[in-house]
């Protein structure tokens, strides 16, 4: 039998589809508690990103109109909605692979929001010397940039080898904190996957101040290099 740890249990396959068909076809509201399962759920769709786009302000249940099955819709933060399957969550929580890689994929999420502030000041500071103009010196080829083309960027270390520093220090199990300590959406509903744990946050937080490089380089040198 396939064990699927979700939430801090441990479910078989059959068990964890029983329950959420439980809330899938309940006559009650759907409740906060509910939501929350449905949420941490969701995000392991296949695909989750494409499905969340600008971000998720509510679940909601509504009847297929071609078919007239309950399912599950998401409704996003810009008014717009798409319908969701359940059953290719939990599909993807009882393959290890496909597990583990969104587990790691929500823990640098989760990283990258801890540190949104230090990058929003980073970016504000640099543009503020050259506030009576439109263009910004780029600090990798010195070219001047328009600042709306402009963006921060984590020389070296990179962001990715920040994450690994981090992971090695503190000796981590980012596959188990993915899973089960982060919330799949913060309170002002502004950013999805932040660490649950606040002291982690923090304490990344403190770590990436401590040793990254940042600089204001053109967002298409950017791309590149985060492509080599």
């Not at 589809?17 to 949420?39: A, R, V, Y």
């Not at 300590?181 to 403190?206: P, V």
């Amino acid at each position: 039998m396939i064990k699927i740890e979700f939430l801090g249990k441990i479910y078989s396959k059959s068990s964890l589809t029983e329950l959420i068909k439980g809330i899938l076809h309940s006559d009650d509201p759907l409740n906060p508690e509910e939501k929350n399962i449905l949420l941490c759920l969701f995000k392991f769709h296949p695909n989750y990103e494409k499905k969340k786009d600008v971000g998720i302000s509510d679940v909601v249940r509504r009847e297929n109109r071609i078919y007239g099955q309950t399912e599950f819709w998401i409704i996003r933060t810009d008014k717009s909605e798409t319908d969701i399957s359940y059953k290719k969550c939990i599909e993807c929580l009882a393959n290890l692979k496909c597990r583990e890689s969104l587990a790691k994929t929500y823990f640098r999420q989760a990283c990258r929001a801890a540190v949104s502030e230090q990058i929003d000041e980073y970016r504000k500071d640099y543009v503020k010397k050259f506030w009576d103009n439109n263009f910004v010196p780029d600090e990798y080829s010195g070219e001047m940039i328009p600042i709306s083309e402009t963006i921060v960027h984590h020389e070296d270390p990179s962001f990715e080898e920040i994450v690994q520093k981090f992971i090695i220090k503190y000796n981590l199990d980012e596959v188990e904190i993915g899973l089960n300590k982060i919330s799949g959406i913060s309170e002002d509903r502004s950013c999805e996957h932040t660490f649950s744990d606040k002291s982690l946050e923090i304490k990344f937080s403190e770590f990436h101040r401590e040793i990254a490089n940042l600089c204001i380089i053109h967002i298409d040198d950017h791309r590149h290099l985060s492509r080599t």
